[in-house]
């Protein structure tokens, strides 16, 4: 048995979506991403500190070139920056910067990760990514919130732990890191997708973790980064009157004349 839709109603739908339409296209959509974010995902990070023993060892993934999830170039002088990783603790609550030192007393903060103990085996986490770069409200978060059995979340919230502040500044670099060239994005996004198939990270846009407000950190930005901000404007649908036929106008001619 066939159901019939009633013809008001299909008039009342096709109105409501020409109106959405048509409020769609006067919006200005800007990326979640800038074109100086671009050198690093924020998955492949999330990765990367989910597989490290501690951030000493995660620091050393996030630059090594063989792992090329790090491809920045804030200032575009033509070389991968130097990702440094320095944590804050308050309590139960850490914040893991990811720091560029971009020149003596220059820095900029690319994203922190942010984790919170809410119970004997319950945690939160998420990478934010600073705004400067990422736009407003840009989190990754676990899809799966028991993260109790990582190493890196067993060894941060281990008695007596002592926060990580890496020993690298503008100039001063460890040994097994030596400068290199960033890739084009095809070859970079070539690199991550093994990162970004694992599905173990969502991009959302609610923040999980409460108690970050416990921690006093104050984001770090450099005059020195190139952040070129990409701001997509879709072209407007102009919508013209339907103009009158011969047949119309000349109807209304002889109308006037019996008048």
């Known amino acids: 048995m066939k159901s019939h839709i009633p013809i008001s109603a299909v008039v009342l739908l096709l109105s409501m979506s020409y109106c959405l339409s048509f409020a769609q296209e006067d919006v200005t959509i800007i990326s979640p991403t800038s074109e100086a974010a671009e050198g690093l995902d924020l998955e492949a990070v999330s990765e ?4 490290s023993e501690d951030l000493e060892a995660f620091e050393k993934a996030l630059n090594d070139p063989e792992t090329g999830v790090n491809n920045l170039d804030l200032d575009e002088n033509g070389e991968v920056d130097f990702i440094r990783v320095v944590e804050e603790v308050a309590d139960d609550t850490h914040v893991i910067i990811l720091q560029v030192p971009l020149g003596e007393d220059e820095y900029q903060d690319v994203a922190t990760i ?3 103990k809410t119970g004997d085996e319950e945690y939160n986490m998420q990478v ?4 400067d770069l990422y736009g407003p409200d840009y989190y990754m978060a676990p899809a799966v919130v028991r ?10 919230f281990r008695p007596a732990y002592r926060p990580y502040r890496s020993g690298y500044y503008w100039g001063y670099y460890p040994r097994w890191w030596k400068r290199y060239r960033p890739v084009t994005m095809t070859v970079y996004r070539t690199r ?3 990162f970004r198939t694992r599905s173990t990270f969502v991009v959302t846009r609610k923040p999980r973790v409460r108690t970050v407000h416990k921690v006093k950190y104050k984001p770090r930005s450099s005059t020195l980064v190139i952040k070129k901000t990409k701001v997509v404007r879709p072209a407007r649908k102009v919508v013209k009157p339907k103009a009158k036929t011969r047949k119309a106008v000349k109807k209304t001619a002889a109308r006037r004349k019996k008048k």
């Open 128 to 131: 934010h990514g600073n705004e």
């Open 147 to 156: 993260i109790h059995t990582w190493p890196i979340i067993v060894r941060i």
């Open 114 to 116: 942010e984790v919170e």
């Open 48 to 51: 990367l500190f989910k597989d």
């Open 192 to 194: 991550t997708n093994r």
